[in-house]
């Protein structure tokens, strides 16, 4: 079993940063592949970035490219999402999720793909 609590998320203004944190628990952390995904109202959760273990390979949507960066630091157990020049569209649910299962050069882009989730942190941006 793996844990995942998410913090860091608030209201922030357009162009503003924030940084989300994962914590996770419960499992070697250092063989996890690790995602962020996010989910807006009456959308589906969609794929946000993604940090492959051992690797450290990452990989981001379109969306957020250049604007998101993410990392890990598995002697904490944690792995960031740095956001930067954040827009209102950006406004969701941020959610982390673990997978146990792919390999370490893995980028997982479905949700599907990953079978550990934290509770979610909100992020609102205004415009």
């Known amino acids: 079993q793996v844990q995942l609590v998410e913090s860091g998320g608030g209201l922030v203004q357009a162009g503003g940063s924030l940084r989300l944190s994962c914590a996770g628990s419960g499992r070697t952390f250092s063989i996890l592949n690790m995602g962020w995904f996010r989910q807006a109202p009456g959308k589906e959760r969609e794929f946000v970035a993604a940090v492959a273990y051992n690797s450290g390979r990452t990989g981001y949507a379109d969306s957020v490219k250049g604007r998101f960066t993410i990392s890990r630091d598995d002697a904490k157990n944690t792995v960031w999402l740095q956001m930067s020049s954040l827009k209102p569209e950006d406004t969701a649910v941020y959610y982390c999720?673990?997978?146990?299962?792919?390999?370490?050069?893995?980028?997982?882009?479905?949700?599907?793909?990953?079978?550990?989730w934290g509770q979610g942190t909100q992020v609102t941006v205004s415009s």
């Open positions: 999720g673990a997978d146990s299962y792919g390999t370490p050069w893995t980028i997982r882009k479905n949700s599907y793909d990953y079978n550990y």
